[in-house]
């Protein structure tokens, strides 16, 4: 199955896996989410056709504010595809690009989790879907695989190390997107599709990752990058 003209939106979920939520502690500022919730979100792209496909290119950015080159990581996820009512309809890899220098600081009014998770060139899905029946979701390796000039990196972990179960993941999302709402605190990246109580069918979630890139292995350009998993496939693309 492919995802091809069926995606509506695509959100990501933050720490998820525990060694996540404690380097992001490490790494941020005390305002971040990191510090005050076990449990957060954002929207992954503004438009669908920002997403790269297998063999395209992700894209390193600027800093905002100063123009300045700054780290990138790489975040190897499991994402779901969501049917009517969240119901989980099937299983892609995906690659959440991350301006991690951008994301952990504070940058004025911006929203520093939407300037540092969101541009064109940002995201990477597998156009492969497997579906529910044909795998065991709860217990898969998901590796990260990075190759630069005669070196390679190469690490992987399992979805056994999640702290919730998938199929929680799309309420949490709702319930803490209704929080805001209601509390008139919702920034740029939260500003998701929500219809009667439901994310729309066609939402991929990136289920977040337990494996963070070492410093020596943040992105540089010509970097090739792949995320795989035997039973789902590959996931392969180059920085520029």
Same mark, same amino acid.
């Given at each position: 199955?492919?995802?091809? %003209?069926?995606?509506t ?6 720490y ?9 502690r ?40 100063? %123009?300045q ?8 996820? *499991? ?25 952990s ?8 989790t939407?300037?540092?998770k ?7 899905i ?13 217990? *898969? ?6 190759e630069? %000039? ?22 949490k ?8 709402k209601?509390?008139?605190e919702?920034r ?10 439901? *994310? ?5 979630? *990136? ?29 392969? %693309?180059?920085?520029?």
């Amino acid at each position: 199955m492919s995802n091809e %003209n069926i995606a509506t939106q695509v959100i990501g979920c933050a720490y998820s896996y525990q060694v996540s939520l404690s380097v992001r502690r490490a790494k941020t500022i005390d305002s971040h989410s990191s510090h005050t919730r076990e449990f957060s979100f954002f929207k992954k792209v503004e438009n669908i056709a920002d997403v790269v496909r297998e063999e395209g290119t992700l894209r390193l950015r600027k800093h905002p504010v100063t %123009n300045q080159s700054v780290n990138h990581w790489y975040e190897p996820e *499991l994402a779901v595809v969501l049917g009517e009512q969240h119901r989980i309809v099937g299983y892609l890899l995906a690659n959440d690009f991350t301006a991690i220098d951008v994301e952990s600081e504070s940058i004025g009014k911006q929203d520093a989790t939407y300037v540092g998770k969101v541009w064109a060139g940002s995201c990477s899905i597998s156009s492969r879907i497997v579906t529910p029946a044909k795998i065991d979701a709860d217990n *898969l390796k998901i590796s990260l695989r990075i190759e630069r %000039n005669r070196e390679a990196w190469e690490r992987t972990y399992t979805t056994q190390q999640r702290k919730w179960p998938f199929e929680a993941l799309a309420k949490k999302i709702v319930e803490y997107y209704e929080q805001l709402k209601q509390e008139g605190e919702l920034r740029q990246s939260k500003q998701i599709i929500v219809e009667n109580g439901f *994310l729309p069918a066609g939402t991929i979630i *990136l289920t977040g990752t337990g494996l963070i890139t070492p410093s020596y292995w943040y992105a540089q350009r010509g970097d090739i990058v792949s995320v795989y998993c035997k039973e789902i496939g590959e996931l392969r %693309n180059k920085v520029e």
